[in-house]
């Protein structure tokens, strides 16, 4: 059975979106310079960066795999290279993690909270240079590159509380002399896949809340963001090192799709948290199940805001710019359908069509730019096919809808009309900064719409009524784990639980109660008497 599924995971993986765009971006490092050696990229060596960088770290730095070329999306020139981690350097990594666990679950759980309180503060010391590198390898602008390195810093200052708070319960017992409580404990190891799209803000929700509730973790970083990856853990590490824990507490294996299967097959991975898009996800959760291990799963989004008559058109077309220009329409929680009620859907698409050409395009790095390039060719080659699919299936592009004739992976933010609600390639989530307005009738016709595709990670409703708050929000309302009233499907806090339901996968991380996912619950029964009666009041042998 496992034989069958690894051999179903290498057909999907090398068809899914975030493997074939590693595999399209990297290449083995030409003989033309890299820009670290720039001064203009200098700042790269701060973060303990240089020309060469080892892909794996448990305790000590190393890698036995490919050496590969991490590019640059806005100019696709090479940064720098890594060295990527092989099979036998996970199952290295896997046994010095444990071992090292050893060490860690025995720290109280306040202690390892101020461990992690520690890395928020490492973070805070470099959030600029770190937010710059993720601006630099994975093309988001770089106020959402330090605004992503804010939220992992967030997430540990929350994660600090956390250590104090999370609790089970004493419960009341039938029986006399006994007491029923609930006890938590960690999982031990807990591996992490992230996506290219969040390279840090996504491992630091997982991570935080893990080694506060005990475990240890094993990250693979997306291929094609591995210097994000090598920089963080190396802050991470100076953290364990200077209050003499073993560093492999946090281990980092960077490496191909033979690294994501090891983990998926392997039964020392407690917890595997996988994010990324919903085919490869649907391998990775089969496959942990076929163990009956444990996933957590953050798969795609085909995110809608709707708009009813009586909404705040202002604040409409502000959310809706941010929403679906943002990351160059890259973010799993990007507005891809706008369903607009019919009285506004053309002063809508009129307004947005104004404040798109006024979005300042460039290098994400530069001051000023709020619209970055594609993560790589492979997201260029979907975007073009969606517009033709779009247009083929009776879409009108009011807006954008080409290539950019520029360095880099560049492509004009577009909005779409004129096609049906259930049209093929609006219930297609295309990683790509295109939405298409849908023209409504009713509340109930938008939330079916809403509801109808596969996907249920983000909503939004833009209304005045407060009927209409509570019915949205309510059992008949959005079926998605996102559901907002008068704010973009984008942007939220770590405060509560995020994730969504049906394709998405159903995983929860970040704030609320997710931390229960990294734990494991027992029901104790102590008797502290004399006597043994038997629930139920059974008699047995009496």
């Not at 963001?225 to 492999?248: C, D, G, H, M, R």
């Not at 058109?313 to 941010?322: E, G, N, P």
Request: net charge neutral.
């Amino acid at each position: 059975m496992i034989s069958t599924c690894m051999a179903t995971i290498l057909r999907v993986t090398r068809q899914a979106l975030v493997i074939r765009s590693s595999l399209s971006q990297y290449r083995r490092l030409s003989s033309s310079s890299m820009l670290i050696e720039q001064e203009k990229y200098s700042w790269l060596k701060q973060l303990g960066l240089s020309t060469e960088n080892k892909g794996v770290f448990n305790g000590e730095w190393g890698g036995r795999g490919e050496v590969v070329s991490s590019m640059c999306p806005s100019n696709g020139e090479t940064i720098a290279k890594l060295t990527q981690g092989s099979v036998e350097d996970y199952r290295d990594t896997v046994q010095k993690a444990k071992a090292a666990w050893d060490i860690w679950a025995d720290v109280p759980a306040p202690k390892r909270g101020e461990i992690v309180r520690q890395i928020g503060h490492a973070l805070r010391e470099k959030v600029d240079l770190l937010g710059a590198l993720v601006s630099l390898e994975m093309g988001k602008i770089k106020p959402e590159g330090v605004g992503e390195v804010q939220e992992y810093i967030d997430v540990c200052d929350y994660a600090v509380g956390l250590s104090r708070m999370f609790a089970g319960r004493v419960l009341p017992s039938e029986r006399p002399g006994h007491a029923l409580l609930e006890q938590w404990n960690p999982l031990g190891l807990v591996g992490i896949i992230t996506a290219f799209n969040f390279p840090v803000a996504v491992y630091g929700w997982n991570s935080s809340i893990a080694l506060t509730c005990g475990n240890v973790c094993i990250w693979k970083g997306a291929p094609t963001t591995p210097l994000v990856s090598v920089a963080i853990t190396k802050i991470i590490q100076s953290v364990f090192e200077a209050n003499n824990l073993p560093a492999a507490i946090c281990s980092l294996v960077q490496g191909g799709t033979d690294v994501g299967q090891a983990m998926a097959t392997d039964t020392n991975i407690n917890l595997l948290s996988f994010t990324g898009s919903t085919p490869v996800g649907n391998v990775v959760g089969t496959t942990v199940q076929q163990r009956f291990g444990k996933v957590l799963l953050e798969l795609g989004g085909n995110n809608a805001i709707i708009v009813l008559d009586d909404a705040d058109l202002d604040m409409v077309v502000r959310s809706a710019l941010f929403a679906c220009v943002g990351t160059a329409g890259q973010r799993c929680t990007t507005t891809r359908r706008l369903i607009l009620h019919e009285s506004v859907h053309d002063e809508v698409v009129s307004r947005l069509k104004k404040a798109y050409s006024q979005v300042p395009m460039g290098d994400p790095l530069d001051d000023g730019v709020l619209y970055g390039p594609m993560h790589s060719q492979q997201g260029v080659d979907l975007y073009n096919k969606a517009i033709e699919d779009a247009k083929a299936q009776g879409g009108k592009v009011e807006y954008g809808g080409k290539v950019v004739d520029r360095p880099g992976y560049y492509v004009e933010p577009t909005i779409v009309t004129g096609l049906p609600h259930d049209a093929e390639v609006v219930h297609r989530e295309t990683f790509a900064p295109i939405v298409y307005a849908l023209k409504t009738k009713s509340m109930e016709e938008a939330i079916a719409w809403n509801n109808e595709v596969k996907q249920g990670l983000s909503s939004s409703i833009f209304t005045g009524n407060l009927g209409n708050v509570f019915k949205w929000i309510g059992p008949k309302g959005s079926d998605c784990g996102i559901v907002n009233v008068n704010i973009p499907t984008s942007g939220a806090e770590i405060g509560g639980a995020f994730g969504g339901e049906k394709h998405t996968g159903g995983g929860r991380e970040s704030g609320s109660d997710a931390w229960k996912q990294y734990m494991r619950r027992a029901t104790c029964t102590i008797n502290y008497g004399k006597e043994l009666p038997l629930a139920q009041g059974i008699k047995f042998g009496e």
